[in-house]
């Protein structure tokens, strides 16, 4: 990956002047690359990465993944009927996977209730849901490869040699 | 009681002055809210599969001594990296030595090599222990002073300038600490050719070969005629983030590795399994990990001379390590008092040059194995005490 995307996944917040000190490019190439990145999709958009715990989200928002299988459709594979279903608000995340099942669906809603409600109505509701399989999450640990609450770790020495 | 005829002391020892560092050492310790750019060690931690296996090792009971040599598969991992590397060939039996650390090899080899009197020469500024390991041996230091060189290079000139009839060996280390300096091919060749027209004996040590930033790294036995008149010396304290894992090698003639184990046996054993296993993991799989820390160091590396030189702290752009070495002369301060000065009034700890060599009155040493957001707060603050005092 291009160090200017690695960079900006990192703290978006970094500017164009910073990247081209820390990248060594100039701030006109790293302007260049970064609306080329933007234009073409590379770049889809910018946010900040929030702990639910410390907004309070955490204790509005039920998070679950649910297993979808479903009968693919002649012509259109799983696309057409995934469609379908990511498009319900409550699905943060849609995934097509081989294994034991085809869909996995991270789903966010106000409360327990609201889950089972979506998954009854909604999802299991759809023509070709054949099973669903509801697991509620208990407890993140790490997510996008940062770890929520990181061990302490050993401080060095001031100063070393 | 009388206890100075018990405490007498070795007079090498008792003559030997104490780290130019403890006193500052002891002041940055009794502070709070210090960003200290004062540490000679990664700030990464180990990366976790490397941990991973060394606690295994310790769930599987691998708590033993090895041979004094170290385990052969380590040895024959440090044989391969060393030929994928840079091409030179050491038979995995005779040639390699596993060390506690570079400190250690560097210790055993002066003393495997030194017959009282026998000089050693090294290039100034220098790590710290060079020069009170070859006094310890019963050799004497012969310091280059390169304070003022171009890139605080040892040069040809300045090499050949300082053989003498007593001199038997070259000590050269690249990327440096605390200059970050290196050398080219060109340059090697040139320093070497010297080397072999006096016929000495060289120590490089490369610890930091892995952090080059501006060109491949270029190994010093891998140059034409030098690989048999050459002690390398590497470890993985630095690429590899495993400082505490006090693990090192060195390569060589199979007279003097021989010489090297003889000492080593009796008063190290070996290095600890543990690490040596841990090692093992690191040379197989922990490559990517190094390229990566690498990556982030260069980042670090432009970001803190960018800084430094805006702030009007002159500083040269080092080629590997992760150290620089800033001139205080146009502040008006020298080193020490710039160092103490900063760390009292902006609470940012950095190492005088004298730690160096006695000739770096006008220098301090920052390293940038730290995270960008504490090198950004520590940059501010030099900001301010530079506007502060001008």
Redesign the interface.
Known sequence: MD?IL??LVDDARTTPA?LA????RPEADVRAAIAGYEHDGTIVKYRAVLNPEKTGEANGVVRAWIEVSITPQRGQGFDAIAARIYQFKEVQSCYLLSGGYDLLLLVECGSLREVGAFVAEKLAAQENVTRTATHFLLKVYKEHGDVLQPAE?MP?????? | MDTARVHKLNTIVAHLPPSGIRAFFDLVLGMEDVISLGVGEPDFVTPWHVREQAIFALEKGYTSYTSNKGLRELRAQIAAFVAGQYGVAYDVEHEILVTVGVSEAMDLAMRAILNPGDEVITHDPCYVSYAPTVTLAGGVPVLIDTWTAPGFKLTPALLRAAITPRTRAVLLNYPANPTGASYTRAELDALAAVIIEHDLLLLSDEIYDALSYEAAHVSMPSLPGMRDRTIYLNGFSKGHAMTGFRLGYACGPAALIAAMTKIHQYTMLCAPIVSQLAGIEALQHGMPDVFEMVVEYNQRRRFVVHALNQIGLDCHLPQGAFYVLPSTRRTGMDGLTFATKLLQEQRVAVVPGTAFGAAGTQHVRMAYAASLAHLNEAMARIARFIRDHT
């Open positions: 160090e690695k960079l910073q000190i820390l990248t060594g770790t060095r020495l001031p100063i070393s040699m």
